[in-house]
């Protein structure tokens, strides 16, 4: 019996979006904010990319583990809100991956709407991951 294995893409969308994740086999799905890019890491190894909403750079990350092992640049910051703490459950109108932190300060000087936290990929990842326990 062949088993087929379905992959768990966290926010997939058909609309274009600046965020894409990429799992094993090739399957290129757009996601709606850089968290979902990282949240899918939690089920599969994937690979994705964030386009910054400044400058437009691409932000290119690989998971592999449930673990960031790559991100380029390294200077790489995600803005998020948390809409519900039980669930962390991610507010993707006010989520993204900026490539450096002028863009991240040009961004949050004209954001007028929720207000969240920063971090670097890492840090969000080991985040996620203590709060969704072991894989």
């Given at each position: ?6 992959a ?8 274009r979006?600046?965020?894409l994740v ?9 996601v709606?904010?850089g968290?979902?890019?990282?949240l899918?890491?939690?089920y ?12 437009g ?65 890492p ?13």
């Amino acid at each position: 019996m062949q088993v087929i294995r379905i992959a768990r893409i966290v926010g997939a969308t058909d609309e274009r979006t600046r965020n894409l994740v990429v799992v094993d086999g090739g399957q290129k799905t757009h996601v709606h904010c850089g968290a979902d890019v990282l949240l899918s890491g939690l089920y599969q190894d994937v690979s994705g990319t964030s386009i910054c909403p400044v400058c437009g750079k691409e932000t290119r990350m690989v998971i592999v583990a449930g673990r960031l092992a790559s991100v380029d640049p390294q200077s790489a910051l995600l803005h998020y809100v948390v809409e519900d703490q039980r669930r962390f459950s991610i507010c993707c109108e006010a989520t993204f991956v900026f490539d450096k932190e002028e863009c991240l300060k040009t961004w949050l000087g004209s954001h007028d709407g929720a207000s969240g936290k920063t971090s670097s990929l890492p840090e969000f990842m080991n985040e996620a991951s203590a709060r969704r326990g072991p894989r």
